[in-house]
């Protein structure tokens, strides 16, 4: 049976490309690979750098937003680490690693100065970025999202949401862990077939294998 999950990222892709920005490998350190979204073309625009969330990688979360922000800017959109092609070897999980690995990456794709723009988690690393390389990032656009999470900010919360852990949250690997989480992430309420949602997990599970 086809997964529709599956079945739409040829066509996403291939609205990317039409955007005019391609995928691009960056070999961050030895062990550690960043995935971009890049300007198929050199360009003088202003820089823009999107930052996705949980929701998934890069090109899901901004798919409707970089056709009509890559007539103005050059476009970057990054997978972070642990989504899409970005891996990493490294145990270190936090807003300020992925930061680090962003700024490098970007430094290594010729970009000197950039508009961040940070969703949900994205918006985390965002402000990571912007606290760690003032000099990177000239402007800084955040939605969804909050500077830091605290370790006493974190147990209430997912204690209030009915989650004993963060990942039990973020990473849920049932139908009903899924529906919890986008309960939490919109503001309002979104229904989708069942399928759908097995669909987003089963492609979940495979990438992260």
């Given at each position: 049976?086809?997964?529709?999950?599956?079945?739409?990222?040829?066509?996403?892709?291939?609205?990317?490309?039409?955007?005019?920005?391609?995928?691009?490998?960056?070999?961050?350190?030895?062990?550690?690979?960043?995935?971009?979204?890049?300007?198929?073309?050199?360009?003088?625009?202003?820089?823009?750098?999107?930052?996705?969330?949980?929701?998934?990688?890069?090109i899901v979360?901004?798919?409707?937003?970089?056709?009509?922000?890559?007539?103005?800017?050059?476009?970057?959109?990054?997978?972070?680490?642990?989504?899409?092609?970005?891996?990493?070897?490294?145990?270190?999980?936090?807003?300020?690693?992925?930061?680090?690995?962003?700024?490098?990456?970007?430094?290594?794709?010729g970009?000197?100065?950039?508009?961040?723009?940070?969703?949900?988690?994205?918006?985390?690393?965002?402000?990571?970025?912007?606290?760690?390389?003032?000099?990177?990032?000239?402007?800084?656009?955040?939605?969804?999202?909050?500077?830091?999470?605290?370790?006493?900010?974190?147990?209430?919360?997912?204690?209030g949401?009915g989650?004993?852990?963060?990942?039990?949250l973020?990473?849920?690997?049932?139908?009903?862990?899924?529906?919890?989480l986008?309960?939490?992430?919109?503001h309002?309420?979104?229904?989708?077939p069942?399928?759908?949602?097995?669909?987003?997990?089963?492609?979940?599970?495979?990438?992260?294998?």
């Amino acid at each position: 049976m086809v997964n529709f999950v599956s079945a739409q990222k040829p066509l996403l892709h291939w609205l990317m490309k039409m955007a005019g920005v391609v995928p691009h490998t960056v070999e961050i350190e030895p062990g550690t690979v960043m995935n971009f979204w890049v300007p198929s073309k050199t360009t003088n625009k202003p820089v823009v750098v999107l930052i996705h969330g949980f929701a998934g990688e890069g090109i899901v979360t901004w798919q409707f937003q970089v056709g009509s922000l890559a007539k103005n800017y050059a476009v970057y959109v990054p997978d972070l680490l642990f989504f899409g092609n970005s891996i990493t070897d490294s145990p270190d999980r936090s807003p300020s690693f992925q930061a680090e690995c962003l700024s490098k990456g970007l430094r290594k794709l010729g970009v000197e100065r950039c508009t961040a723009v940070g969703f949900s988690y994205g918006g985390m690393v965002a402000f990571k970025l912007a606290e760690m390389w003032p000099e990177l990032v000239r402007a800084l656009v955040v939605s969804g999202s909050i500077m830091s999470m605290t370790d006493s900010i974190s147990e209430a919360t997912l204690h209030g949401l009915g989650f004993s852990s963060s990942s039990e949250l973020l990473l849920p690997t049932s139908v009903k862990g899924l529906k919890a989480l986008l309960s939490v992430a919109a503001h309002k309420k979104l229904w989708f077939p069942e399928k759908l949602h097995r669909d987003f997990l089963e492609v979940g599970e495979s990438s992260t294998v």
